[in-house]
Each structure stands twice: as structure tokens, then as C-alpha cells.
């Protein structure tokens, strides 16, 4: 899993800890423009030597900024420096089931619809998508500008999943931490990691207007 440098480090903290509830083992990116935006958005400085304690530190803390209720098992977390261009994933031959870059930046997605891998989170995606595993980018801008939707396209043709961060509202969320789970149970979804984070569409609408009409 990468996290890029766009606003929304909630919804990178909650795919990680839906990743995690399901018992996944996770390979970390975080860049280091998304260290500046996670300062910003929550208070936490990510640190490359105290990186455990600060991760535990984010994924306790929900959307509104409050203390959360998950406890972090950051045992199955192996954290990887965005400048380590030699570390582990920067490989094909390094196991991987695919990589979710959440949230991405437009900077991220050019870059990884251009092949630059300037750093290890763009080198990791390069090669998820020679190696034809899934590759889930959850693009995180509004408005998007037609070099933007370029690049999304191309990667779309490369065979990534692009999953934009926008929250649905049939679910009947109550809080914040709904809508930003409603995006994280979707990028999940596009990964076929399995997840409780938010309520399914069973349809019955039909019916409905039929009883009341």
C-alpha cells in the first residue's frame, strides 16, 4: 500500500485497518509529501526510526480527529522508506497479491501513468502493473483537469482499477468516519479483500415506489 501526498489520510488509515482486520499483511509506502499533508490533517509526524509507534498513533484516531477504537497489530505492517529504492517491492520478484495507492495525488497518478518511478511508492506501482497484478489507485482532486483524466485513462488501459475517493450517501451514514469507510470499503472491494465497513445496496427501491403509489 502506498499513501501519497493528497488530502485524505483517513482514507488511508481506515484501508489499512480494514486490510488489517482481515488479516492481511501490508507492505507500507508513505511519501514524503504525504508526510506533510498527515502533519497537517491529524497533528502526527511520521517518523522513518519511531514509525511503528506513529502508525499506531494514526490508525487510532478516526476522521474527526478523535480517538478511535481499533488497536493497531502493526506486527503485520512492514514499513518501507519512499527513498529506498532498493527495498523489497521495488522487485517483480518480491511476493505481492497487487498494491493500493490510497489516497493518490495527481502528481502520483502522472507519475505512474508515465512510468517516472522517482520514488519507491511510483517504482512499486510500475512494477505491479508489469507484473499484471492488481494495482488500485484511489485518485483524491476536484476538479479533475483533462491531463488528469489522461492519465487516469492510461492507467485504466494498463489494468489498474482507478477507484475515486467519492463517499456514497444510500449507505445511512450518521459520521464522517461513514463516509470515509464507504470509499475505503470500495477500494477494498476493487483489491477482493473482504470487509464490513459499510452498509451493501440490496435494491427494493422499485418495490418501494410500487407500495407507495
Known amino acids: 500500500m502506498g499513501v501519497s501526498g493528497a488530502s485524505g489520510t483517513p482514507y488511508a488509515a481506515a484501508v489499512l485497518r480494514g486490510l488489517l482486520e482481515a488479516g492481511e499483511s501490508v507492505d507500507?509506502?508513505?511519501?514524503r509529501a504525504s508526510r506533510l499533508t498527515l502533519l497537517d490533517e491529524t497533528g502526527i509526524s511520521f517518523r522513518d526510526a519511531?514509525?511503528?509507534?506513529?502508525l499506531r498513533s494514526w490508525l487510532a484516531m478516526g476522521a474527526?480527529?478523535?480517538?478511535?477504537?481499533?488497536?493497531?497489530?502493526?506486527d503485520d505492517v512492514r514499513y518501507w522508506p519512499a527513498g529506498d529504492l532498493a527495498a523489497g517491492p521495488s522487485s517483480g520478484s518480491y511476493p505481492a497479491r497487487g498494491m493500493?495507492?490510497?489516497p493518490a495525488s495527481t502528481a502520483c497518478v502522472a507519475g505512474v501513468a508515465v512510468g517516472l518511478s522517482k520514488d519507491l511508492l511510483q517504482?512499486?506501482?510500475?512494477?505491479?502493473?508489469?507484473?499484471r497484478r492488481p494495482l488500485v489507485v484511489s485518485?483524491?482532486?476536484t476538479p479533475l483537469n483533462g491531463q488528469t483524466l489522461r492519465h487516469l485513462v492510461?492507467?485504466?488501459?494498463?489494468?489498474?482499477?482507478?477507484?475515486?475517493?467519492?463517499?456514497?450517501?444510500?449507505?445511512?451514514?450518521?459520521?464522517?468516519?461513514?463516509?470515509?469507510?464507504?470509499?475505503?470499503?470500495?477500494?477494498l472491494d476493487a483489491a477482493g479483500v473482504p470487509h464490513a465497513l459499510y452498509r451493501r445496496w440490496k435494491g427494493g427501491l422499485g418495490e418501494a415506489r410500487t407500495a407507495e403509489s
Do not use: C, M, N
Open 28 to 31: 507500507l509506502i508513505v511519501s
Open 50 to 54: 519511531h514509525w511503528r509507534d506513529d
Open 64 to 74: 474527526d480527529g478523535k480517538p478511535d477504537s481499533f488497536e493497531a497489530r502493526v
Open 100 to 102: 493500493l495507492i490510497v
Open 123 to 131: 517504482r512499486t506501482a510500475s512494477v505491479t502493473l508489469k507484473e
Open 139 to 141: 485518485v483524491r482532486e
Open 154 to 187: 492510461t492507467l485504466d488501459d494498463a489494468g489498474a482499477s482507478v477507484v475515486p475517493a467519492s463517499p456514497a450517501f444510500y449507505a445511512g451514514a450518521t459520521h464522517i468516519q461513514d463516509l470515509v469507510d464507504f470509499v475505503a470499503g470500495r477500494v
